[in-house]
């Protein structure tokens, strides 16, 4: 069982480049999530998947899209990055509420430059 | 939307003393609250997590404690260890509709000193 998975680890990429950050979970939940991580801010919510087929955005969406590929999986896609996307990126999974509760489960990170 | 206040930002014990993180929110509607430890480099890992409908839960050195009038919960970790050493995250969240979307307060680091 690996839990949640994320792919790069790590990636450097120039003003205007394009990139998609892949997340896959093995553990058959249906919500997804994708948060960035910037110094003193905690984690913020960028996009969000409640079930298979549906995303909604979070708190910080723009310049992003996401893509639920399937239960298992859920990409987020920076079309033209920018400086200020700079950030460690997390992807997370919880199971339904009725079981166990609303646990979050992180991947490993990608930490993703822009210069 | 939910906002969530973290303190202290830094906190430094002596290995064997209590820490105590506080945590304020501002949505009478969050009914889960959980603590994440997040170690250099690493991601957050959770470490323990309460409900509404209860006002404190323990295991084993940690324990977290909820005032819902007031809006507010606490980490207390008792009989500190150098491995406890990370930086601590709270969150809030609302049921429902709201799919389990956490809001993070910004984190404490915390050094324990052997």
């Known amino acids: 069982n690996a839990g949640v998975t994320q792919t790069p680890k790590f990636q450097v990429l120039k003003t205007g480049q394009s990139m998609t950050l892949q997340c896959a979970q093995d553990?058959?939940?249906?919500?997804m999530y994708w948060y960035r991580q910037d110094p003193g801010m905690g984690l913020r919510l960028i996009y969000y998947s409640a079930s298979e087929g549906t995303t909604d955005k979070g708190e910080v969406p723009n310049g992003y899209n996401v893509s639920r590929l399937n239960k298992r999986e859920f990409s987020l896609r920076l079309e033209s990055a920018a400086p200020s996307q700079t950030s460690v990126y997390f992807c997370?999974?919880?199971?339904?509420?009725?079981?166990?509760?609303?646990?979050?489960?992180f991947g490993p990170g990608t930490r993703l430059t822009v210069t | 939307g939910e906002n969530v206040e973290q303190h202290p930002s830094t906190l430094s014990v002596q290995e064997g003393d209590s820490a105590v993180i506080k945590c304020t929110y501002s949505d009478s509607a969050s009914n889960y609250f959980p603590w994440y430890k997040q170690e250099l480099g690493k991601r957050p890992q959770l470490i323990i997590d309460?409900?509404?409908?209860?006002g404190e839960k323990k295991d084993q050195r940690i324990a977290v404690t909820l005032n819902k009038t007031a809006k507010h919960f606490s980490l207390h970790i008792t009989e500190t260890q150098p491995e406890d050493s990370a930086v601590y995250f709270c969150?809030?969240?609302?049921?429902?509709?709201?799919?389990?979307?956490?809001?993070f307060g910004q984190g404490t680091i915390l050094t324990v000193h052997p």
């Open positions: 969150a809030a969240s609302r049921g429902g509709t709201s799919y389990g979307k956490l809001t």
């Open positions: 553990m058959n939940h249906n919500s």
């Open positions: 309460i409900r509404s409908n209860v």
């Open positions: 997370a999974s919880r199971g339904d509420a009725g079981r166990g509760g609303n646990k979050q489960y």
